[in-house]
Nanobody, 120 residues
């Protein structure tokens, strides 16, 4: 199995930034697809961003130009740089993994999540 542990969430004011991290262990492969999905209060799960095994990335329209996904395979770590945060970005953010290197969603393993709260 794959284990994923998120960190880096917290409380910030609108316009500020956070960087989320996801440490991966277990049967992780360098070409696995990785991504971020959020649980929005009162709504549901929404895909945020994904990065393919080959390094190409995709973003939800709501975060395009604000968030940047990246991976450091030497450290088995996934990142989400979150800039210009808005209150509507308040969510629990989960990292996730798929052995299918080409997908941007449809993940197989999930972390426990990290809370991001954006409030003035």
């Amino acid at each position: 199995e794959v284990q994923l542990v998120e960190s880096g969430g917290g409380l910030v004011q609108p316009g500020e930034s956070l960087r989320l991290s996801c440490a991966a262990s277990g049967f992780i492969c360098r070409n696995d697809a990785l991504g971020w999905v959020r649980q929005v209060p009162g709504k549901g799960l929404e895909w945020v961003s994904g990065i393919r095994g080959g390094g190409s990335a995709g973003y939800a329209d709501s975060v395009k130009g604000r968030f940047t996904i990246s991976r450091d395979d030497a450290k088995n770590t996934l990142y989400l740089q979150m800039n210009a945060l808005k209150p509507e970005h308040t969510s629990v953010y989960y990292c996730a993994q798929s052995a299918n290197s080409s997908v941007l969603n449809g993940y197989d393993y999930w972390g426990q999540g990290t809370q991001v709260t954006v409030s003035s």
